[in-house]
């Protein structure tokens, strides 16, 4: 375990439906981030979270809606979703906004949208 | 773009081999770093070199780094068959705060 927890770590889902991912750190990290892997691309950073506060929005489809209630939870809520969002979602965490001193991932959340 | 993008995509060795992996990037950096992924699972940090580097070292990985050329470079010592996984490796510009991540390059160790 790497302290970076994400659940569920499969997820199958149809297009109308509504679920939530969740990401927990307790390593004390101030930031916290989503990213999409989909095969063959780079990994695509979603969004940013510094002391709770979305600092990135990297002009994700409204589909996806983040909360983050506290600097250890992230949560990444999807609705209506298409299936070219099936992919890995990866949660990461860094101990400050700056990123120097490298960044932890969970082991990430399968979806499947059928 | 920042990206760094990583070089062979694609490499398959014997174990005890060494592998070599390179990064290149188009734009001043504070850090790049490596990280290794095993199939379907999270990344994992490995090494983080800063701009005033040229070189670390952590067990049996090398890292060096060349600002001119705006590349890096990851090697794996005496390969073995855990060495398999997917290296990323991640830059973070100046005046930066988000990493950009390439493709990755997926090895294979052979037993």
């Known amino acids: 375990e790497t302290g970076v927890t994400q659940t569920p770590r499969h997820l199958v889902m149809g297009m109308t439906n509504k679920k939530s991912l969740k990401c927990e750190q307790h390593?004390?990290?101030?930031?916290m981030y989503w990213y999409k892997q989909s095969a063959k691309k780079p990994l695509e950073l979603m969004f940013v979270?510094?002391?709770?506060?979305?600092?990135e929005n990297n002009s994700v489809p409204s589909r996806f809606s983040p909360e983050c209630p506290n600097s250890s939870h992230l949560f990444l809520h999807l609705h209506t979703l298409q299936p070219e969002d099936s992919a890995l979602y990866l949660c990461?965490?860094?101990?400050?906004?700056?990123?120097?001193?490298?960044?932890?991932f969970g082991s990430g959340t399968r979806l499947t949208v059928v | 773009s920042q990206q760094g993008e990583e070089d062979p995509q694609a490499l398959s060795i014997q174990e005890g081999e060494n592998a070599t992996m390179n990064c290149s990037y188009k734009?001043?950096?504070?850090?790049l770093q490596w990280y290794r992924q095993n199939s379907g699972r999270g990344l994992v940090h490995l090494i983080l070199?800063?701009?005033?580097?040229r070189e670390k070292h952590s067990g049996r990985l090398r890292v060096t780094l060349d600002t001119s050329k705006k590349s890096s470079s990851l090697l794996i010592t005496a390969s073995r068959a855990a060495d398999t996984a997917s290296y990323f490796c991640?830059?973070?510009?100046?005046?930066?705060?988000?990493?950009?991540f390439g493709r990755g390059t997926s090895l294979i160790v052979h037993p």
């Open positions: 990461a965490s860094s101990q400050d906004p700056s990123g120097e001193y490298g960044y932890t």
């Open positions: 390593l004390g990290h101030n930031a």
């Open positions: 979270y510094n002391f709770k506060e979305q600092t």
């Open positions: 734009t001043s950096i504070n850090n």
């Open positions: 070199i800063r701009s005033n580097e």
């Open positions: 991640a830059t973070l510009g100046k005046g930066s705060y988000i990493p950009t």
